[in-house]
């Protein structure tokens, strides 16, 4: 589990590293009408965790959920719709980008929620991480491996995204 969230954090942090090098116009601007740009991704990608990670600034407030059948066959069906990259609407609005905040305040945001969740993942009990006390908007309750999978496969399917946009814009 410390070695899942050394990899999101090391993608994390080179992903900002180099966004931060890039003039911040180019960060802004919109592919297409109705598509986001790098900007609102990395915006999204903090959001998505945010509301996925909820009450982890408060661990002994997070109780676990009951799940049933259907919330661990949504769960496998959210990673393969994650992994081979199928478009689909985001599961929530609290998880949609505004585009009102600038890289260095969305790097401040996820730099703290990260710090929470690495200190969460160090004093959590083994024997606790089972426990499914997250939640995703589509499949339900998640334990905390299960969490970190979905935020990983996320997250390289944005980075790859961005990606491709700072290829196209470039050329």
């Not at 929530?92 to 980008?97: N, T």
Request: proline share 8%; glycine share 2%.
């Amino acid at each position: 589990m410390n070695r899942r969230l050394r990899r999101i954090e090391r993608i994390r942090a080179e992903l900002l590293d180099d966004l931060s090098r890039r003039p911040p116009d180019t960060l802004c601007v919109s592919p297409a009408p109705g598509v986001w740009s790098v900007l609102e991704i990395v915006e999204h990608l903090v959001l998505a965790e945010e509301e996925v990670l909820a009450g982890i600034d408060r661990p002994e407030t997070l109780e676990a959920r009951p799940r049933t059948v259907r919330n661990r066959i949504s769960y496998l069906l959210v990673l393969l719709v994650l992994a081979f990259r199928i478009p689909v609407r985001v599961p929530s609005r609290a998880m949609s980008p505004r585009g009102e905040r600038t890289l260095a305040q969305l790097r401040a945001d996820w730099e703290r929620r990260h710090g929470l969740l690495r200190a969460y993942v160090e004093k959590i009990a083994p024997n606790e991480r089972s426990r499914p006390v997250f939640v995703h908007p589509v499949s339900g309750p998640i334990t905390l491996p299960q969490a970190l999978r979905l935020l990983e496969v996320h997250l390289r399917l944005h980075r790859s995204q961005i990606t491709q946009r700072l290829r196209a814009a470039a050329t």
